[in-house]
């Protein structure tokens, strides 16, 4: 018989860290305030554009209700104009694998939750001048061009339609000479593997998750969104790192009077559903040794 979810929130031993993945918009974070509230621990933050200060409302992240309820943490922690790597998330997560509570780690970034349970390689950091010729080429030529220059390796393991992960790929290739494919292959070992933790994967099918998308986008937009891109208006630049947040291209063309809101609606859902897509895909393929929680029961 398969256990229910509030079982298995019982049977996990509070000792032990939690690891929670999911796609956009299935339940996950409420799952992980369930277990906060039930067994303790302080909630951190694994989705790579929730790390920013910039988009509070359009990126999902938890409410200050949502705070009150339980600690968390990297959470808006970094300026929109900086560019935050998965290492730069595991050196602000270090302190919190060692700290008083126990983490519950949850997000929709499958590549944070494979470094930290498989490892990560060495890569040297990108130096400036690469990283701003990247940033310009995405936004002069769209990331295709980059994607073109690339080792067939490494094209073929990466997200290819996600500008953030092609831009990372080309600024490695470009600074080492060694396509990420072939760093990742030599990887130190990992900081968290599986045995150690309690580890979760959400599933939500299409059916049921897309109607969640769309109610979700709406409420954003009657919570503060245009408000929020409005906010960022004078600095937007679809250069920054923080600017693949989705939809905020689509406000910024509202408000620059080119795209009617309806129109901007939709296209924000198309690519939050294509998104989620991308995440069970990866879920699905490298995360088969996890507790599957169907999302419907939560």
Known sequence: ??????????ATDPARPVLIAGPTASGKSELALRIAETQGGVIVNADAIQVYADW??????????????????????VPGDRPYS????????????????????????????????EGLAQIPATPDDIRATAMLRIETEGHGSLLAEL???????IDTANPMRVQRAWEVLTNTGKGLAAWQDDTAPARLPLSGTTAFVVN??????TPRIERRFDQMLATGALDEARANRATWSPSLPSAKAIGAAELMAYLDGTMPLEEARDRATILTRQFAKR????????????????????
Not at 64 to 71: G, H, L
Not at 87 to 95: K, N, V
Not at 151 to 156: H, Q, Y
Request: aromatic fraction near 8%; charge should be positive; avoid cysteine.
């Open 86 to 117: 998965v290492g730069d998330w595991l050196r602000d997560l270090e302190p919190l694998l060692t700290g008083r509570l126990r983490p519950i780690i949850v997000g929709g970034t499958g590549l944070y939750f494979t470094a930290l349970t």
């Open 204 to 209: 939500a099918d299409k059916d049921w998750l």
């Open 56 to 77: 509070r409302v359009l990126t999902a992240r938890p409410s200050s209700e949502d705070e009150k309820r339980a600690p968390h943490a990297l959470y808006g922690h």
């Open 151 to 157: 080792d067939a390796e490494t094209r073929n393991r």
């Open 1 to 10: 018989m398969q256990q229910s979810v509030s079982d298995r929130i019982a």
């Open 279 to 298: 995440q069970r895909t990866w879920f699905r393929a490298r995360m088969r040794d996890w507790h599957q929680v169907d999302a419907r029961e939560l």
